[in-house]
């Protein structure tokens, strides 16, 4: 994800760091929260859970050259120096609308965990799939135990890219390998039983 510290050069391939200028322009914006770390993606999406940040938002990142090529490549648009952002109503959002695992398992996928957006910011750089989809979105999609699915929005006006929603389906080959795992053990331990048994029987008989 981020850089675990703010003066370590590790960044996740992809995004760019914000310059001195562009914190200082924002600074008097109490709306706007830069993340420097992992930490403060996860602050932020706990806080606007539960209420303490209403209308913010977090900026994650530029979108460098490379990355933008690929967007560019598979969808036509150029996205090149693009803000990515979350914001804490659209993390209520994606709650609320994916978040109950009874709702989403009837639909054939897995109810979105906190976890799951803090990771938004590596679904967009190292995506497996993206595609265009109406209304100025992007579909980005990873396999992370499951097909997880950033539904973005493109704003030219403002050169951003910011979570929409998320869902995620099932992982299918996962849940058939963990299936047959516990069917191989029950038939595991039901011929143990079974020979337990007999063996008991044979000391039996054999005491008699």
């Given amino acids: 994800m981020l850089e675990k510290n703010v003066d370590d050069d590790k960044k996740l391939k992809g995004l760019e760091r914000y310059s001195a200028r562009d914190i200082e322009n924002w600074k008097e914006n109490e709306k706007i929260i830069v993340a420097k ?9 706990k806080n606007s859970l539960n209420g303490n940040i209403k209308f913010g938002e977090m900026r994650l990142g530029r979108i460098d050259n ?5 967007i560019l490549n598979e969808t036509g648009v150029n996205l090149s120096g693009y803000s990515l952002l979350v914001r804490a109503d659209d993390v209520r959002h994606v709650f609320n609308k994916h978040g109950s695992s009874k709702d989403e398992n009837s639909r054939g996928q ?3 965990t906190a976890r799951d957006i803090e990771i938004f910011p590596e679904v967009i750089a190292d995506f ?10 992007l579909l980005f999609t990873k396999e992370v135990s499951g097909k997880l699915t950033a539904v973005s929005i493109y704003a030219n006006g403002r050169r951003s890219l910011s979570l929409k929603t998320m869902y995620k389906r099932i992982d ?4 058939q390998a963990a299936n047959a795992k516990r069917s191989r053990q029950t038939s595991k331990n039901d ?5 337990d048994n007999k063996i008991q029987t044979s000391n039996k008989k054999s005491q008699e």
């Fill in 37 to 45: 770390s992992d930490s403060d993606v996860e602050d932020f999406i």
């Fill in 191 to 195: 011929l143990g039983g079974t020979s």
């Fill in 110 to 112: 897995q109810a979105i």
């Fill in 66 to 70: 490379g990355l933008a090529q690929r």
């Fill in 128 to 137: 497996d799939l993206v595609r265009k989809g109406e209304n100025n979105t």
């Fill in 172 to 175: 299918r080959s996962a849940t």
